[in-house]
């Protein structure tokens, strides 16, 4: 027997909507309407997923385990739902920055593409985001976590490396809106 979960009818009209005037015109989706779905059954919360690309980036040391992350920006942010919801889509990096939650700092996997096997995934925690469309660069004040304890990146967890160099290439970072307490750690080389 096949489970089924149901969203919310707001969500699900929005959803559908969406979808319809999709075939037609590719529309940006608010971004206050992707984080207001939730369950119908439970009423729970559905929890998202973002990723963000770049072509490049550096990974700057401040002091007192804290650093910023700056990264050449694509102008899209995707989103997808966690498990068991199939809700997918992008939104434009510029809206994701202004309209998130940053009161409370999301986790999120840095993953460098192609970096060496010691250097290339750390998990860290962001805030006080800054997106310059003009130029193209996304920056965070990002604190390394050492003991990630959470689901959503739990894969990252597995290959989190201790470090990653201070500039590198191509670069992925998924976030995740799960809340974990960080345990600080200094690890950039």
Partial sequence: MMNK????????????????????????????AVLDCSDAN?????SFLF?????????VDEGDGNYTLTIKAKPYTVYFSDRPYTIAGSISTGEFVDGFD???????AVVVIGGTEEENVVIVQLRNPRYSEDEGTLRYSATIIGDYGAEGLSYYELLRDDSIPQEFGAVSIYIDTEIVNPQITDAVT
Avoid: R
């Avoid at 439970?42 to 559905?46: F, K, L, M, N």
């Fill in 42 to 46: 439970s009423g729970a919360e559905i």
């Fill in 5 to 32: 979960i149901i969203i919310s009818s707001a969500c699900a009209v929005f959803l559908l909507f969406f979808a319809v005037v999709g075939a037609f015109a590719l529309p940006e989706i608010p971004f206050s």
């Fill in 102 to 108: 940053w009161t409370v700092p999301p986790n999120a």
């Fill in 51 to 59: 990723v963000q690309e770049g072509e490049n980036g550096t990974f």
